[in-house]
């Protein structure tokens, strides 16, 4: 659902585009420079695609025997499968 902004808001908005960084009060947000407890990747959840697979069961029951209860193998499945394109290659090159 888009939400329609009011003229008001509309013109403010458009008068802020025109200015240039150095017109820009950015007092009272100093820039922040310790990165220390930054963690790289905290919000990426890339895109899932539903599908189905046909494995071996000997495969699928060591990756269920790994995880507690056997939930979560699919995850562990993925990761091995990212481990192994990671090693071969960027995705997408041949």
Same mark, same amino acid.
């Given at each position: 659902?888009?939400?329609? $902004?009011?003229?008001?808001?509309? &013109?403010?908005?458009? #008068?802020? #585009?025109? =200015?240039?960084?150095? *017109?820009?009060? /950015? ?10 407890? #930054? ?9 899932? *695609?539903?599908? /189905? =697979? ?19 193998? *699919?995850?562990? $499945?993925? #990761? &091995?499968?990212?481990?192994?394109? /990671? ?8």
């Amino acid at each position: 659902m888009k939400k329609e $902004i009011s003229k008001a808001a509309r &013109a403010e908005l458009e #008068a802020l #585009a025109k =200015l240039t960084d150095d *017109q820009i009060d /950015t007092s009272d947000i100093p820039e922040l420079r310790d990165f220390k407890g #930054a963690r790289r990747g905290l919000f990426y959840r890339p895109v899932k *695609q539903q599908l /189905t =697979l046909r494995l071996d069961a000997d495969i699928v029951a060591w990756f269920k025997a790994r995880v507690p209860g056997g939930e979560g193998y *699919q995850t562990s $499945i993925n #990761a &091995a499968l990212r481990e192994y394109v /990671t090693r071969r290659g960027s995705v997408g090159e041949t």
